[in-house]
């Protein structure tokens, strides 16, 4: 099976058993640093929300079984419902038995165990001193795939949104240009509160033809707000499919009205590709 295969999400623990849970100290912790990847479906996104299941809280619930307490966990990025990760990051504290090369190796096998397909942990190590999961990066990489032809793929249903019309690449291509550098990007974000910036520094955004009707669009910033990916892939595409004209977008963009931007493209084509960090905290 692939990250991306089909698995139960409603049951995202699995029934085999972690290693035995040892005697904990209760003295100073030492933070793990781990990259995770997920298929989102099934899940009501990243952040631990008691009642619902959420990558975070499959993950916990699988942490505390094996390492016999409960932990908290900081991500570098919150995504959404149905969102995937290929690059997630997060921390966790954990007292110093459990950050020995050893025991490492046995929670992350234990981890897999217990949550693959669904949830992989790629890599479980120490984080350097001073390291957070997301104070600590500087960017966020995220990937957006578009299956552009006729007929819909079942292999690529999950990951994919199929748009069968005919698209205009080349101007969905030009659209980009006004995207990149530093703005304002509350047309194409869901406002969480009155107060907060939705001010962001997009450092590329492309799309990439990569065959047999398959686009990508890739997009890199220093952080996002909720919904700008998808917002952005949904008004590009009415870019392509002839709605809007790839000069409309800067418009759009600077009138900071919501209104002006086009639905958001459906949460499961998006993948949280990578998180960024400094050479001090790179692995």
């Known amino acids: 099976m692939t990250l991306f295969d089909a698995g139960d999400a409603g049951d995202p623990l699995s029934s085999v058993a972690p290693e035995p849970v040892v005697e904990r100290s209760t003295g100073p912790r030492t933070r793990l640093r ?3 990847a997920y298929e989102g479906s099934g899940f009501h996104g990243f952040a631990f929300n008691p009642g619902v299941v959420t990558v975070a809280g499959a993950l916990r619930e699988a942490l505390a079984k094996v390492l016999g307490e409960d932990v908290e966990l900081t991500c570098a990025g919150r995504t959404d419902k149905g969102v995937h990760a290929r690059g997630q990051v997060v921390h966790l504290d954990v007292s110093p038995p459990d950050a020995e090369a050893e025991a490492l190796v046995g929670l992350q096998r234990s981890l897999n165990r217990m949550l693959a397909p669904k949830i992989v942990v790629r890599e479980a190590e120490v984080a350097p001193p001073g390291f957070d999961a997301r104070r600590s990066a500087i960017g966020r990489r995220y990937r ?8 819909p793929d079942p292999f690529l249903a999950a990951t994919a949104w199929h748009v069968p019309e005919p698209l205009d690449v080349r101007a969905m291509q030009l659209a980009c240009d006004p995207l990149i550098g ?3 990007w509350s047309a194409f974000c869901r406002r969480v509160g009155e107060e907060a910036s939705l001010v962001r520094v997009v450092r590329y955004a492309r799309w990439l033809q990569l065959g047999d009707g398959l686009l990508r669009f890739d997009i890199e910033a220093n952080a996002f707000c909720q919904q700008m990916v998808r917002s952005l892939v949904g008004t590009l595409v009415a870019v392509g499919r002839g709605r809007l004209r790839a000069g409309d977008i800067g418009g759009i963009l600077r009138s900071r009205d919501r209104a002006q931007a086009a639905q958001p493209a459906p949460p499961h084509g998006l993948c949280l590709w990578e998180a960024l960090y400094p050479p001090e905290f790179s692995t």
Do not use: A
Not at 144 to 150: A, C, G, I, M, S
């Open 144 to 151: 957006y795939t578009v299956l552009n032809r006729p007929l």
């Open 182 to 184: 530093e703005h304002d």
């Open 34 to 36: 781990m990259t995770v």
